[in-house]
């Protein structure tokens, strides 16, 4: 039986589920602001003892690997490569953007006739971290980082209707008027990860622990505080 530790923290949703045998058995979610490094290595405890189970009782951890938080991703890799090393069991990533097309997929959001998913993720301003996937969970384009205008998905709209989904896909609808776009405001679940958690499980597809690092996107960018401390 496959038994994974899914962990996801890449939004300001934090979340951790525990999987057996192809099913999620069990998840805790806290949307609590700048909670996510006193709850995720709390939850994990918490669904192992309800459970009567410890780390070394899984198979894997599968955590996010972005795009996403700074902060949140930090947490997530951080919590996974502490429960990895101390059973010594192995890593598998899984993307943000995976994770929400998954949502739409399981939760069947998708409207009718739709040709593509756009998961995004919120950025700041007018810009999200998003890519174009199908309707069978294929990414088709490279994730990257999209300053949204009234023209930015023209090209896919006008093959059919699309779905975005994710926490950036209401100030989307703000500027994109076309009848053949869906919107779904939401933040990736661990309880989503199970379908490509599963595949690069399967597939052996793990990373090295030591040096695994998320998919940030972007640099992060420290500002120098103007306050006098003195």
Known sequence: MERLILIETSTSLCSVALAENGAVVREKVSSEPRAHASVTAMFVKEILEE????VSDCDAVAV???????TGLRVGVSTAKGLCFGAGIPLVSVGTLDTLVWQALDGELLPEGCAHIVPMVDARRMEVYSGIFDTCGKQLTQTSATIVDGSTFAGILAE???????DGA????????????FYHETCPRASAMLHPALEAFRAGQFEDTAYFEPFY???????TSKKRLF
């Open 51 to 54: 459970g009567g189970l410890a």
């Open 217 to 223: 996107l972007k640099e992060f960018i420290t500002t």
């Open 160 to 166: 059919g209707p699309a779905l975005f989904i994710g």
């Open 170 to 181: 209401l100030k989307c609808k703000e500027v994109i008027a076309d009848p053949g776009a």
């Open 64 to 70: 996010s690997k972005g795009p996403g938080s700074y």
